[in-house]
């Protein structure tokens, strides 16, 4: 079955410079979601879209934003990188009518900043 | 606001034993489903198992069963017959609905060590 992809798998990037990271949802989930990982954490969610819409928004700075296309696909933009922001970053999707149906992750992005 | 907590940084449990993994939450909602997922080392989010807020038996799922305990708003995982394989971090997670939309908070997570 297919999963939700992520792109690229790992990133490595320096301090003030930009990055977008990319996420494939599985077909017909119209609900995704962007967390970020920091080591030994748990997922922090930050920004999420329904129907290509923002629907909720959680601890994603203002560098960051996202924004779900209308192929469903949906892209991360953080810019003015910092040392911080080194963390794993997942993408989720879910079919938001269904109470029994989890959110499927992504193999995640590593982000590194040197 | 919605909390989930997992009092356990790490367990150990011996191949071919139960463990218990504690998550408890805490909602106002009566509506809400309660996750398990599990990541092992290499980094990837792997769901287990779901318990709604209004169904009336435990879910099993193979190996993983969930303990819900609605009252004691406690839902615990138990991983029966260990393996190696399942050393990883355990995540519980609740999901509830919220100005329409479904909203998700995780506790900080477990992590299991299974010993040969």
């Known amino acids: 079955a297919a999963g939700v992809i992520q792109s690229p798998r790992h990133l490595i990037k320096e301090k003030r410079e930009t990055a977008t990271l990319k996420c494939y949802p599985i077909?017909?989930?119209?609900?995704v979601y962007w967390y970020q990982q920091g080591p030994g954490q748990d997922p922090q969610f930050l920004i999420s879209?329904?129907?290509?819409?923002?629907?909720d928004k959680g601890s994603i700075p203002d560098r960051f934003s996202a924004q779900q296309f209308s192929d469903y696909h949906s892209e991360l933009n953080m810019s003015s990188l910092e040392l911080g922001d080194s963390a794993l970053y997942f993408c989720a999707s879910s079919l938001s009518g269904v109470s029994n149906q989890p959110q499927h992750f992504g193999d995640g992005t590593r982000l590194s900043i040197l | 606001a919605q909390k989930i907590t997992q009092t356990q940084p790490g367990m150990f449990v011996q191949e071919k034993e139960a463990v218990t993994l504690d998550c408890t939450y805490d909602t106002s909602d009566p509506s809400y489903g309660l996750f398990w997922y599990k990541q092992p080392s290499s980094g990837e989010m792997i769901f287990l198992i779901y318990?709604?807020?209004?169904?009336?038996q435990n879910a099993t799922e193979g190996r993983y069963s969930l303990n819900f305990q609605k009252a004691r708003k406690s839902a615990n995982l138990v991983i029966s017959a260990s393996q190696l394989g399942d050393s990883a971090m355990y995540f519980c997670?609740?999901?509830?609905?919220?100005?329409?939309?479904?909203?998700?908070?995780f506790g900080i997570g477990t992590k299991l060590q299974v010993i040969p």
């Open positions: 077909p017909r989930h119209d609900t």
């Open positions: 318990q709604g807020s209004y169904d009336q």
């Open positions: 997670a609740m999901r509830r609905r919220s100005g329409g939309y479904q909203k998700v908070t």
């Open positions: 879209f329904y129907e290509k819409m923002q629907s």
